[in-house]
């Protein structure tokens, strides 16, 4: 019985939008997604069982997804931030599955997306220096078909990995 009644209410939660301990709890757990049920509930104000229930229907409803770290890449060894531009001619299936598959080969290609603009696609890459780069630049140009491929160094992370604004 205890089954079908939490069964009820996540399926009831993921009907409705969430409320403020909802996104209090999303907020507290991107600062720290290794928080123990406890010190989640007392930052949130809820007891422990009502905020387990929340998190249990935050996660069926696919709001809460994998719980990952955030690891420094200059302490890593991964010093060089390139974002780089891609343009193309060819926009067939085909050629989108084959790009798709290039890039998501390479482990340094941290984000990659579709964009409006000048460009056709952005990916950027996270790597030990420039010629690690040069290294991942020539296996990219060499598994596709491209049109016109512009790197841009970052200098300085001013403001990165920010949490969502829930």
Known sequence: MVVFAEYVVIRSFMSRKPDEFDRSILRALQKNAGLSQRELADIVGLSQNACWRRLNALRASGLVGNQTLRLDPARLGLGLTVFVMVRTR???????????K??????NVIDFYRIAGDYDYMLKIITQDMESFDTIYRTLISRVDLDTVTSYMAMEAISANRDLPV
């Open 102 to 107: 290039a890039v998501t080969a390479i482990p």
């Open 90 to 100: 060819n926009h067939s299936r085909e050629w989108l599955e084959r790009f798709h």
